[in-house]
C-alpha cells in the first residue's frame, strides 16, 4: 500500500510541476515595446479558400491597450478589427492575446459566438509574426471548431426559441 502511494503522490507531484511550468503559447520573449514595434508592421496575406483574392491582415497602430489589428477577408469585405492586447510579463516577456469583442458580452449566444470566431485568425497572426514562423491556418481552423461546439447548444437554443417566436407571429396573422 505504501508503495501505490508513493506512487500516486509522485505522479502528482509531476502533474502538477507539468501544468505550473509548461510554457504558454501567448507569451513570447520580448518586451512590449517590441511586441508593439514588430506587430505594428506586420502584414499576412493568404489566398482564400473559394480561390477569389485574398485575406489580409495587418497592424493599424498602437493602441492603448497594445496594437490595433485589421483584417479584410476580400477588398470588397467589411474592415474587421481586433486589439493585440500585449501584457508585460517580465522586462523581456509579454503575453499577447486577440480581444475581439466589442463591448459588453452578449447573452445571446449567436452573437458572442460571432465574436469569439475572429480572434483565431487574429491570434495565429500574432503567435505566427512574433514566433516568426509561416501563418498556420489549420490551428486557427481548429480553434474556430472549438468555440463552434462550445456554444452549440446555446445556438441551437436560441434558434429554436426563435423559430417557436416566428411561429406564432405566423399563427397571429392567420386567425
Same mark, same amino acid.
Given at each position: 500500500?505504501?508503495?501505490?502511494?508513493?506512487?500516486?503522490?509522485?505522479?502528482?507531484?509531476?502533474?502538477?510541476?507539468?501544468?505550473?511550468?509548461?510554457?504558454?503559447?501567448?507569451?513570447?520573449?520580448?518586451?512590449?515595446?517590441?511586441?508593439?514595434?514588430?506587430?505594428?508592421? @506586420?502584414? $499576412?496575406?493568404?489566398? +482564400?479558400?473559394?480561390?477569389?483574392?485574398?485575406?489580409?491582415?495587418?497592424? *493599424? &497602430?498602437?493602441?492603448? %491597450?497594445?496594437?490595433?489589428?485589421?483584417?479584410?477577408?476580400?477588398?470588397?469585405?467589411?474592415?474587421?478589427?481586433?486589439?493585440?492586447?500585449?501584457?508585460?510579463?517580465?522586462?523581456?516577456?509579454?503575453?499577447?492575446?486577440?480581444?475581439?469583442?466589442?463591448?459588453?458580452?452578449?447573452?445571446?449566444?449567436?452573437?458572442?459566438?460571432?465574436?469569439?470566431?475572429?480572434?483565431?485568425?487574429?491570434?495565429?497572426?500574432? @503567435?505566427? $509574426?512574433?514566433?516568426? +514562423?509561416?501563418?498556420?491556418?489549420?490551428?486557427?481552423?481548429?480553434?474556430? *471548431? &472549438?468555440?463552434?461546439? %462550445?456554444?452549440?447548444?446555446?445556438?441551437?437554443?436560441?434558434?429554436?426559441?426563435?423559430?417557436?417566436?416566428?411561429?406564432?407571429?405566423?399563427?397571429?396573422?392567420?386567425?
Amino acid at each position: 500500500m505504501g508503495k501505490i502511494l508513493f506512487l500516486v503522490g509522485m505522479f502528482a507531484i509531476g502533474g502538477y510541476y507539468l501544468v505550473h511550468n509548461m510554457p504558454s503559447a501567448t507569451v513570447f520573449p520580448y518586451s512590449k515595446e517590441q511586441v508593439q514595434a514588430i506587430l505594428v508592421d @506586420a502584414k $499576412t496575406t493568404l489566398p +482564400r479558400r473559394d480561390g477569389h483574392g485574398q485575406i489580409e491582415i495587418w497592424g *493599424a &497602430g498602437r493602441s492603448e %491597450k497594445g496594437v490595433t489589428l485589421h483584417m479584410k477577408y476580400a477588398s470588397e469585405a467589411p474592415l474587421l478589427t481586433c486589439q493585440a492586447v500585449i501584457t508585460a510579463v517580465a522586462p523581456n516577456q509579454s503575453d499577447v492575446v486577440a480581444d475581439c469583442i466589442s463591448g459588453a458580452s452578449s447573452d445571446s449566444a449567436i452573437s458572442r459566438t460571432q465574436e469569439e470566431l475572429l480572434a483565431p485568425m487574429f491570434d495565429e497572426h500574432i @503567435a505566427a $509574426t512574433l514566433d516568426k +514562423r509561416a501563418f498556420n491556418r489549420d490551428a486557427a481552423d481548429k480553434r474556430e *471548431a &472549438g468555440i463552434v461546439f %462550445k456554444n452549440l447548444g446555446g445556438m441551437q437554443s436560441e434558434a429554436l426559441q426563435r423559430a417557436s417566436q416566428f411561429q406564432q407571429f405566423q399563427d397571429s396573422f392567420s386567425k
